[in-house]
């Protein structure tokens, strides 16, 4: 009896691998367009992800530190704080970046770029950039 359910269990599952072979040879000769679909676009999806994060590597080594002049500086009454909020508008970043990076809120990098713009005697981010390097106090 033993020997009987064996041979009746491997006849069973030699059936359903037979079966699972067939089905897997069906699913492959159905549906090969979109497995190949499938695989390019991962390929591709992988391959634009590498050149995004080699980009931004190399983009953020290539950003230009800006300097300030502590004697110009000084003769224009400007803080260190807002020092740190010109060089920041020099490196073109908002002010919602300009707070994220200073730790503060955006209603005080508006107010230091008003009093900025008020001792730079300009009106706008621009100007006052280009002022601040025309009178030496960004480079």
Same mark, same amino acid.
């Given at each position: 009896?033993? +020997?009987? $359910?064996?041979?009746?269990?491997?006849?069973?599952?030699?059936?359903?691998?037979?079966?699972?072979?067939?089905?897997? !040879?069906?699913? @492959?000769?159905?549906?090969?367009?979109?497995?190949?679909?499938?695989?390019?676009?991962?390929?591709?999806?992988?391959?634009? &992800?590498?050149?995004?994060? %080699?980009?931004?590597?190399?983009? +953020? $080594?290539?950003? +230009?530190?800006?300097?300030?002049?502590?004697?110009?500086?000084?003769?224009?009454?400007?803080?260190?704080?807002?020092?740190? &909020?010109?060089?920041?508008?020099?490196?073109?970043?908002?002010? %919602?970046?300009?707070?994220? +990076?200073?730790?503060?809120?955006? !209603? $005080?990098? %508006?107010?230091?770029?008003?009093?900025?713009?008020? %001792?730079?005697?300009?009106?706008?981010?621009?100007?006052?950039?280009?002022?601040?390097?025309?009178?030496?106090? @960004?480079?």
């Amino acid at each position: 009896m033993l +020997k009987q $359910t064996l041979l009746y269990g491997l006849g069973l599952a030699a059936l359903m691998m037979l079966l699972k072979y067939f089905e897997y !040879s069906y699913t @492959i000769k159905s549906f090969t367009q979109e497995l190949y679909t499938g695989l390019i676009a991962v390929f591709f999806m992988a391959f634009g &992800v590498w050149v995004t994060l %080699k980009w931004v590597k190399t983009n +953020k $080594t290539a950003a +230009k530190t800006v300097q300030s002049n502590q004697e110009v500086q000084l003769s224009l009454e400007i803080s260190d704080r807002e020092m740190q &909020v010109l060089i920041s508008l020099a490196e073109g970043l908002s002010n %919602k970046e300009i707070a994220e +990076k200073l730790f503060l809120s955006e !209603s $005080t990098i %508006k107010t230091h770029c008003s009093n900025l713009f008020s %001792k730079l005697n300009v009106n706008r981010r621009t100007q006052a950039v280009q002022q601040a390097r025309e009178l030496g106090l @960004i480079d």
